[in-house]
């Protein structure tokens, strides 16, 4: 197993909280971590059908089984025994009971807001950090690798191509995740709908164009979006609300959680492809988002990530709100360092005045120092780059 970040805030949750939920996409690693974290705990998986049903029509003698608590993968299969497992966990009164983990948010983190409110630590892990793969010595030695082939653990630990893998993987999320979300007529229809979302991975989010481009409306496009939401496939950033005296775009910026699969959406098979594809920049934005994500998700902090955008254009790339003021940072994908990449953080730290915080520029070279009264990281560094959230 490759090492986790989140194992060590799984831990720290454990001892303050009678029931931990570890939620996240398919395969990124969500029961291999919680049965290492939880060794000593029964593990359970309600997608068998079996247990499914011992949990559904016998709920008390279904948990009387686990006297040690028990690791409970899948639970969103059954939302039901939540209400069960909360006069469970509060008559026992023992901190890191029961481990709960699933990859679909809806039916899950509702019945936790409404059923185990305040008895509940929560982490969301999302496939593998550029830290944790070159902890385990498995990082890529290229940043056209690196977006070629993302974060899923199934990547870096068995002998199978991108291609192959990213294929089955969305045949699978669209046969089981789609339908148990939503009645989708059409998976075709459907699978187009997230390849248009691929192509438009870190930019601004136009639902009436996004549904025109499907043939489907604004109101259909909202609630796939929100679809592709709820399993971790995309991600809004919104925009930040501060004006400093000027008119700012309202829509958030659309992101896929991983950049191996949006590439993989979007057709891109090799790196002399990606070299030279239009969403090259696109995908290596969506590629530090995601790490800064990660980062901020493994340690159990909420992702308070946004960007900042006026109406004339002026536009931050992410914009990080701290005790100490508002940390901003640029991403740019060219490997060589351009004088006019501070262009935009210089007139933001205009706009912002003493609020502003040194700013930041990540980009796809190597070579880390500062520049101009910016802190420039080469995109190998991206793990280094922390930010205290207030």
């Not at 690196?146 to 199978?160: H, N, T």
């Not at 959680?257 to 891109?268: S, T």
């Not at 920049?281 to 790490?291: D, P, Q, S, W």
């Not at 790339?317 to 990449?341: N, R």
Request: include cysteine; glycine fraction near 8%.
């Amino acid at each position: 197993m490759i090492p986790r970040a989140a194992a060590h805030t799984l831990e720290r949750l454990a001892k303050g909280f009678p029931v931990v939920a570890l939620t996240g996409p398919r395969q990124s690693g969500k029961t291999t971590l919680a049965k290492s974290v939880f060794k000593d705990k029964t593990y359970v998986s309600l997608e068998n059908p079996d247990e499914r049903e011992f949990a559904l029509q016998d709920p008390k003698r279904f948990l009387q089984r686990f006297p040690n608590g028990a690791v409970l993968d899948e639970v969103q299969r059954c939302p039901e025994l939540l209400s069960w497992l909360q006069g469970w966990v509060d008559e026992r009164g023992i901190m890191g009971d029961f481990v709960l983990t699933g990859s679909a948010q809806f039916d899950l983190i509702a019945g936790i807001t409404q059923t185990l409110a305040g008895r509940v630590g929560r982490v969301e892990l999302l496939p593998l950090s550029a830290d944790e793969l070159a902890a385990a010595d498995l990082a890529p030695a290229d940043l056209n690798t690196a977006l070629l082939k993302g974060g899923y653990p199934a990547l870096y630990d068995r002998e199978v191509s991108p291609q192959d893998w990213f294929a089955n993987y969305i045949a699978t999320y669209l046969e089981r995740d789609v339908r148990q979300l939503i009645a989708v007529r059409d998976l075709g229809q459907f699978q187009t709908f997230v390849k248009m979302c691929a192509a438009r991975t870190g930019q601004l989010l136009n639902l009436s164009s996004l549904g025109a481009d499907c043939g489907i409306t604004s109101v259909t496009a909202k609630q796939w979006l929100s679809v592709l939401e709820a399993s971790y496939i995309v991600t809004l950033l919104q925009p930040h609300h501060r004006n400093f005296g000027k008119r700012l775009v309202k829509a958030p910026k659309l992101y896929f959680c991983d950049v191996g699969l949006a590439a993989w959406l979007l057709g891109i098979r090799d790196i002399v492809t990606l070299e030279t594809h239009a969403a090259r920049g696109a995908l290596f934005e969506t590629y530090v988002v995601g790490e800064l994500t990660k980062q901020r998700l493994n340690a159990g902090r909420p992702c308070d990530l946004f960007f900042w955008r006026d109406s004339s254009g002026n536009e931050v790339d992410v914009l990080i709100e701290s005790a100490q003021g508002l940390q901003a940072l640029e991403i740019k994908s060219g490997s060589t360092f351009a004088s006019d990449w501070t262009n935009s953080l210089s007139k933001w730290q205009k706009f912002a005045s003493n609020e502003s915080l040194q700013p930041s520029l990540v980009y796809g070279g190597t070579e880390s120092y500062a520049r101009e009264g910016v802190h420039v990281w080469g995109w190998q560094e991206i793990g280094k780059i922390t930010f205290e959230s207030s």
